[in-house]
């Protein structure tokens, strides 16, 4: 059975998009650092009728987000799509001026060093299958720098710098990466079908062959 990869998996987002790829026939993993939410998540999602399964994973621990996903292919089967959805912490969120290094070097690992983990996790397989998609889901800071929102104005654009080169780099190998930019919160953004409707966006991210970034809206229609 394809197996999707939700890191960053709440009942929000990553919910609707288990939902999404679970009436596909995938199974689901759902990782978090919060197990007992996860399990609920799992429930819910078995009550629906798809397999789900939750793992305990920190995105600045590589090592544990590695062992989870390579626990999940084990228990699921394996990890044809990605999906790199952690919400950043609101420490991430403050004045260029008040920005140190240390919230700085936690908010790189976060979005860019733990994206790089996960892919060290699941691309070679996908490679020796020569399919698999991996997207990326991030706010607009990723695209263009805010002031107030320093810690993702340095971490987002490092996460999709090194998503744009995997999407070059395994352009001819059957591994889709690609990156959805939301500029704001779903429900205040007011997207057609709601956050279900993202994730048919993502859905079609995953079966249609395109460029690397696709924005849910302009820019300027929505906020970080």
Do not use: C
Request: aromatic residues 4%.
């Amino acid at each position: 059975m394809a197996t999707l990869a939700v890191v960053g998996a709440g009942p929000g987002l990553g919910a609707a998009v288990a939902r999404r790829f679970g009436r596909e026939g995938f199974a689901i993993a759902l990782m978090a650092r919060d197990r007992a939410k996860l399990d609920d998540l799992a429930a819910d999602l078995a009550d629906a009728g798809v397999t789900a399964r939750g793992y305990s994973a920190d995105v600045r621990d590589g090592e544990s987000l590695g062992a989870a996903l390579v626990a999940a292919a084990a228990d699921l089967g394996p990890i044809t799509a990605l999906q790199y959805s952690p919400l950043p912490s609101r420490a991430y969120l403050q004045p260029v001026l008040d920005l140190t290094p240390e919230v700085a070097l936690e908010a790189l690992r976060f979005s860019a060093l733990g994206l790089i983990a996960a892919v060290r996790a699941v691309l070679p397989a996908m490679r020796a299958a020569g399919d698999g998609t991996i997207v990326l889901i991030n706010g607009g800071t990723s695209v263009q720098a805010r002031a107030g929102f320093a810690g993702t104005s340095v971490a987002f654009p490092a996460e999709s710098a090194y998503g744009q080169m995997l999407h070059d780099a395994l352009a001819d190998e059957g591994v889709r990466v690609v990156q959805l930019v939301i500029p704001g919160s779903i429900p205040k953004l007011q997207i057609e079908g709601g956050v279900d409707g993202v994730a048919d966006r993502i859905w079609q991210l995953h079966t249609t062959p395109g460029q690397f970034r696709t924005m849910l809206i302009p820019l300027d229609e929505g906020r970080e």
